[in-house]
């Protein structure tokens, strides 16, 4: 079985913090994503990876990047974290950047920020 | 924008009811449809997924139907059960791409 991990399921951190939200797939994937979810909007692409330190921006990038130095782990940073970046962020991760295949989701990290 | 629109935003539905949720999308490019089910504290996971070259795609209690002149697709739950209780997300993607455009999600909830 697929599994991805996500280092927090909650986090509270301040306004202006950095702050790190780590992912890690056990299935030599070679695509990973950020998303963040929230009420009423869905899941929201921040940013992806389809190789090591290989990135590319989601449809909400503004306010964040993200770090990919090894197949397995993929990273996503706040500079400095704003209240409106108080959601539930999802790690996904899929087999191959060139075939539609499914998508496997780690269970969440809700962040807060203060 | 949101290329991929969903309705109704929540369903409550009785044990053995049909549960109907649908999506309409824009981009005459996408050509993969999936749909995830998310529980509770959980991270969504493929429920079912169609290719536009078929019309409905069955797999025990769950449909997609899909509409390609309309650029519409649907998921039913037939029979539905409270354990389906879940936020439903239908996608998107282009041909030969791996990024997904989700839809706003719909929260079921089956009355026992």
């Known amino acids: 079985d697929v599994k991805v991990t996500q280092s927090s399921r909650y986090l509270v951190k301040r306004t202006g913090e950095k702050v790190f939200l780590e992912c890690v797939q056990d299935?030599?994937?070679?695509?990973m994503f950020w998303y963040r979810q929230d009420p009423g909007l869905g899941l929201r692409l921040i940013y992806f990876?389809?190789?090591?330190?290989?990135?590319e921006k989601g449809d909400i990038p503004e306010g964040y990047s993200v770090s990919r130095e090894k197949k397995e782990r993929f990273s996503l940073i706040l500079e400095s974290a704003s209240t409106n970046q108080t959601s539930m962020y999802l790690c996904?991760?899929?087999?191959?950047?060139?075939?539609?295949?499914?998508?496997?989701f780690g269970p969440g990290t809700r962040l807060l920020v203060l | 924008q949101q290329q991929v629109k969903q309705s109704p935003q929540s369903l409550i539905v009785q044990k053995g009811g049909i549960s109907i949720i649908n999506c309409a999308y824009e981009?005459?490019?996408?050509?993969?449809f999936p749909w995830y089910q998310q529980f509770p504290g959980k991270g969504p996971a493929l429920l079912i997924a169609i290719r536009p070259d078929v019309s409905e795609k069955k797999e025990g209690r769950f449909t997609i139907s899909f509409n390609k002149s309309a650029k519409q697709f649907s998921l039913h739950i037939m029979d539905s059960q409270p354990g389906d209780s879940a936020t439903y997300f239908c996608?998107?993607?282009?041909?030969?791409?791996?990024?997904?455009?989700f839809g706003e999600g719909t929260q079921l909830t089956v009355n026992p």
């Open positions: 990876s389809y190789d090591v330190k290989m990135k």
């Open positions: 996608a998107a993607s282009m041909f030969g791409g791996s990024r997904l455009t």
């Open positions: 299935m030599d994937h070679e695509n």
């Open positions: 996904a991760s899929s087999l191959s950047s060139s075939r539609q295949e499914t998508q496997y």
């Open positions: 981009n005459t490019a996408f050509d993969y």
